[in-house]
């Protein structure tokens, strides 16, 4: 799980749609490492949202890369110049209609404190707002899986009981901070839990094209409700 240099990634996004409707914030998971681009979550989900919307979203833009926590994600979104997050340089900010943020499963994985972690995030749930326009209601955190359920890590003797009990905690940390800025959290651990060995990737780490679908339907009715006009002042 260890990260790439920031700068490698830079240059993956330089090609990203300018007026992207939909940021998606996070590591592996979100950028789908093992499957196409078109089958990772937030690709599935912007074609779902299209059928059920009267008009066209362009493809999500996606900041993530396989490996970074919380510290990491924060470092890419400080330098990414089309983002705009450092103010003082007079760069105008990028404003979404809809920002997802899922991160939390590295900080676990290295063995990081609870307090370290609530830090971190607590710093990107910022960030995700002020980059939705500083509208909470248009920013959705999306609880971290569990990867102690993989067949990677079923194969290496993981403790399913440990690891699962830190999962938990963590993504207590995220609901409760979600909850108090007044965004919506959304718990997509339970589908990791109940996937089928054959549903992973080659890696038998990462979800597969039918584990992210799911995520993606879970994700569905909410992400409407965030961009439907009558949700916001």
């Not at 971290?144 to 359920?149: A, C, K, L």
């Not at 569905?220 to 916001?232: E, I, K, Q, Y």
């Amino acid at each position: 799980m260890k990260a790439p240099p920031v700068a490698a990634f830079a240059a993956m996004v330089d090609g990203a749609a300018p007026k992207a409707a939909v940021l998606a914030l996070g590591d592996s998971y979100t950028v789908g490492e093992g499957v196409p681009p078109a089958e990772c979550w937030p690709a599935q989900l912007v074609s779902l949202l299209n059928q059920d919307l009267d008009r066209e979203l362009p493809p999500p833009q996606i900041l993530a890369t396989t490996g970074w926590t919380t510290d990491e994600l924060a470092a890419a979104l400080a330098g990414e110049p089309g983002l705009g997050l450092v103010r003082d340089a007079g760069v105008p900010g990028t404003t979404f209609k809809l920002v997802f943020l899922s991160i939390g499963v590295n900080d676990q994985y290295r063995g990081r404190s609870l307090k370290r972690f609530q830090a971190g995030f607590a710093g990107l749930l910022t960030a995700a707002i002020s980059l939705a326009g500083n509208d909470p209601a248009r920013v959705i955190v999306v609880s971290i899986p569990d990867w102690s359920q993989t067949p990677f890590a079923l194969s290496r003797g993981a403790d399913r009981t440990k690891n699962g009990s830190a999962i938990d905690a963590y993504n207590a940390v995220k609901k409760t901070r979600s909850e108090s800025a007044g965004v919506l959290f959304v718990d997509i651990t339970t589908l990791t839990r109940g996937a089928a060995p054959d549903e992973y990737a080659l890696d038998g780490l990462h979800p597969g094209s039918a584990i992210y679908q799911r995520w993606a339907q879970k994700l569905r009715g909410a992400a409407a409700a965030a961009l439907a006009p009558s949700t916001h002042a």
